[in-house]
Nanobody, 128 residues
Framework: QVQLVESGGGSVQTGGSLRLSCAAS??????????MGWFRQAPGKEREGVAA???????RYADSVKGRFTLSRDSEKNTLYLQMNSLKPEDTAMYYC????????????????????WGQGTQVTVSS
């Protein structure tokens, strides 16, 4: 059974930083088999792909977070991270970790419809 548990959300002021973590159990990201990503959804808005690592371990970002967010992973801990710097009020959302098996390359890894497993989410609130 795959379980993804996010943590690290909270409330910060504009310009602040947070690091989200996603601990995976029952799932291991392997070269050419699997992909993982971070998504967010604000009230009244569609879910948005924020950052993802594809099946050849290339990391891609949404244009809205490039240069501010960094996705990384610790394979020993089976944990995915999202370091978020220079946060803006428009970054306020529920952030979700997602994973899937199989092969995806490129921007397809940022599409939520490509994912099978989802965490419960962690709230990020940025105040001005």
């Amino acid at each position: 059974q795959v379980q993804l548990v996010e943590s690290g959300g909270g409330s910060v002021q504009t310009g602040g930083s947070l690091r989200l973590s996603c601990a995976a159990s029952g799932y291991t990201l392997s070269l050419n088999n699997g992909y993982m990503g971070w998504f967010r959804q604000a009230p009244g808005k569609e879910r948005e792909g924020v950052a993802a690592v594809d099946s050849v371990f290339i990391i891609r970002y949404a244009d809205s977070v490039k240069g501010r967010f960094t996705l990384s992973r610790d394979s020993e801990k089976n944990t995915l991270y999202l370091q978020m710097n220079s946060l803006k009020p428009e970054d306020t959302a529920m952030y979700y970790c997602a994973a899937a098996r199989g092969f995806r390359y490129g921007s397809s890894a940022l599409r939520g419809s490509e994912y099978t497993y989802w965490g419960q989410g962690t709230q990020v609130t940025v105040s001005s």
